[in-house]
């Protein structure tokens, strides 16, 4: 049954339209993106549906066709950050969203909005996001609210911040929001602004696997936070407002300067990955550009090494994909997301990527680890109406 034909069920009418917004994963540039750095995400095929329809009671009612829950009726002048639909639970992120466009003074008098998504959850690839990037851009073409694409993602971003209470950067609202079908897009996370660089795959021989490890990650636990905080506090020992203003060459200058300082060594860890994982994006998209796609595998190694050993984020199943995929023939391999759990992304030759599946499901098996999820990234569109 459609998403349409679930909502008038529900309901008891028909939807105004039904919206689409996908999930994402990131080729390189992670924890970036609340640096002020740089990050380069693309959109997945698969998407959180919304159908939805404008109410003017301020009745705000949710539904999801993935959790087996009532319908939840909230009233939008009642609510607040951190509240109960603001601590955990899937309807926070819609809910968020609403109450980030009036509290940005948009009129919002209400909707019906009945859910269904196709995004892995706590897998890293933001199926948080599209919920919310979804919401957003339902309400926004119903209200007439006349909001950009990355005006929206920023309000998406503010809702998973204040209202839902993890400070995530803007990233994944921008790839889900932004992204375009067959590409890559480069964001630079201090302006917002973008490029669209092609990565088309197949033409190449090539394919990227997401191995979803089904270990689940929660970020709102204190660890992205307490390594927030660290980068916060290494850019505030350099004199910068934030470690993207940090030079690659000056990087082992810097990481001196904090040694010296006394900071505590994590602190050294964090800023040494931030300044280098810039810098792998920058050289991720020269190579692409130069359309040496098979190059960008080193890097993508690279980012996983300083993932495990600098940021410390990954876990043993992220880093058992990793290696088994090397070890089978993958051009490169890194985790992907927040870490502690998720996914990881393999660069493969179109002809060894069943060879690498296998290989990883079989070493999963032996490890005694719960069977991943493994299915090829197609760089997609960005959010969308569907109806």
Not at 113 to 140: C, R
Request: charged content about 20%.
């Amino acid at each position: 049954m459609s998403v349409a034909a679930q909502f008038r069920d529900l309901y008891g009418y028909e939807p105004a339209g039904v919206w689409a917004a996908p999930g994402r994963v990131n080729l390189i540039g992670e924890y970036t993106d609340f640096n002020e750095g740089f990050v380069m995400p693309l959109a997945l095929p698969h998407t959180a549906v919304a159908a939805v329809a404008r109410r003017t009671d301020g009745v705000l009612r949710l539904h999801s066709a993935d959790i087996d829950a009532p319908v939840a009726e909230l009233r939008v002048d009642e609510l607040t950050p951190l509240s109960k639909y603001g601590q955990g639970g899937w309807a926070a992120y819609p809910a968020g969203v609403v109450w980030a466009l009036r509290d940005a003074g948009h009129v919002i008098t209400g909707a019906d909005i009945h859910l269904a998504s196709t995004v892995p959850t706590g897998a890293g690839l933001s199926s948080s996001a599209a919920l919310e990037v979804v919401t957003a851009y339902a309400l926004n073409e119903l209200y007439e609210l006349g909001l950009t694409a990355p005006e929206l993602a920023v309000l998406a971003q503010r809702a998973e911040n204040v209202f839902v209470g993890v400070p995530c950067g803007v990233m994944d609202q921008m790839a889900s929001a932004c992204a375009t079908e067959g590409h890559a897009l480069y964001l630079d996370c201090r302006d917002l602004s973008t490029r669209q660089v092609p990565f088309d795959l197949a033409s190449q021989g090539l394919r990227l696997l997401v191995v979803d490890t089904r270990v689940k990650h929660e970020l709102g636990d204190g660890a992205y936070a307490e390594r927030r905080a660290g980068c916060e506090e290494g850019a505030r020992v350099l004199g910068v407002s934030h470690l993207r203003d940090v030079p690659f060459a000056e990087l082992a200058d810097s990481l001196a300067t904090l040694e010296q300082a006394g900071v505590d060594e994590k602190v050294v860890r964090y800023v040494r990955h931030i300044v280098s994982d810039d810098h792998r994006v920058e050289r991720v998209i020269e190579l692409l550009d130069s359309g040496d796609v098979r190059a960008i595998g080193p890097v993508l190694n690279d980012g996983h090494v300083s993932l495990r050993d600098d940021l410390r984020i990954s876990c043993p199943e992220l880093d058992l994909v990793v290696a088994t995929a090397g070890a089978s023939g993958a051009i490169g391999a890194r985790m992907t997301g927040g870490g502690f759990g998720g996914s990881a992304i393999v660069l493969v030759e179109t002809g060894d990527a069943e060879a690498v599946t296998k290989a990883v499901l079989d070493a999963f098996d032996e490890a005694g680890f719960t069977a991943p999820r493994v299915f090829p990234a197609v760089p997609s569109r960005g959010a969308r109406r569907e109806s």
